[in-house]
């Protein structure tokens, strides 16, 4: 089955950055778009990116400006570079094929917490 792993987290201060990275695996990484989620404590899993097969990102609001997609079809990984970071982007970060729900499959999942 797919399989997602997410890695780059951690702590960091506010105004800091970070690069998170998602291996795939058992998928053909190229004929899908992915998507970076977070879900911080006590909130639902949300969407904050999204990068088309084609190279074509889109961003949730409150990221505009300050997250950047991207992907490496060789190497089946989607990286979010996270910069300007802020106390309210805490969360748990995942990534998975977009729109949520083609696979059930999640990964572990990659802290970040913004806290000085």
């Known amino acids: 089955q797919v399989q997602f792993v997410e890695s780059g987290g951690g702590l960091v201060q506010p105004g800091g950055s970070l690069r998170l990275s998602c291996a795939a695996s058992?998928?053909?990484?190229?004929?899908?778009?992915m998507g970076w989620y977070r879900q911080a404590p006590g909130k639902q899993r949300e969407l904050v990116a999204f990068?088309?097969?084609?190279?074509?990102?889109n961003y949730a609001d409150p990221v505009k400006g300050r997250f950047t997609i991207s992907r490496d079809n060789a190497k089946s990984t989607v990286y979010l570079q996270i910069d300007s970071l802020k106390p309210e982007d805490t969360a748990v970060y995942y990534c998975?094929?977009?729109?949520?729900?083609?696979?059930?499959?999640w990964g572990q999942g990659t802290q970040v917490t913004v806290s000085s």
């Open positions: 990068i088309t097969k084609g190279g074509n990102t």
């Open positions: 058992r998928i053909i990484f190229s004929l899908y778009a």
């Open positions: 998975n094929v977009y729109p949520e729900g083609v696979y059930d499959q």
